[in-house]
């Protein structure tokens, strides 16, 4: 069985509750609200405090950019463009001009 629940917000509540449902790529504020719930709740029915809820959207942001920085570091190794200075002949340019002064 589905229930319907409706509940009053005020303008700002509301153009607040669009603004974090567009942040999170919520499909409709429905959606949102039903994950925020479900966030909420842990498998055992406990309320989660606030701080377990941030550390929670930390820990998977932090996942996000390790997956991205791994995507990156593979495209950087693909093109080529990750030689290290002295592949470059940078450091021992600078050595050289050193040595002469």
């Not at 567009?22 to 039903?34: I, M, N, P, Q, T």
């Not at 930390?58 to 996942?63: E, M, N, P, V």
């Not at 390790?66 to 340019?93: C, H, N, Y």
Request: with cysteine; aromatic share 4%.
């Amino acid at each position: 069985m589905v229930r319907l629940i409706s509940f009053r917000l005020s303008e700002e509540e509301y153009q607040e509750m669009k603004r974090l449902c567009a942040d999170e790529g919520s499909r409709s504020l429905s959606d949102f609200v039903r994950s925020a719930f479900h966030n909420l709740i842990r498998e055992n029915g406990h309320l989660e405090t606030v701080l377990e809820l941030k550390l929670r959207k930390i820990d998977q942001r932090l996942a996000d950019i390790q997956r991205e920085f791994k995507e990156l570091s593979a495209l950087v190794e693909t093109a080529g463009l990750s030689k290290k200075p002295a592949d470059t002949g940078i450091v021992e340019k600078t050595q050289a001009a050193g040595q002469s002064a």
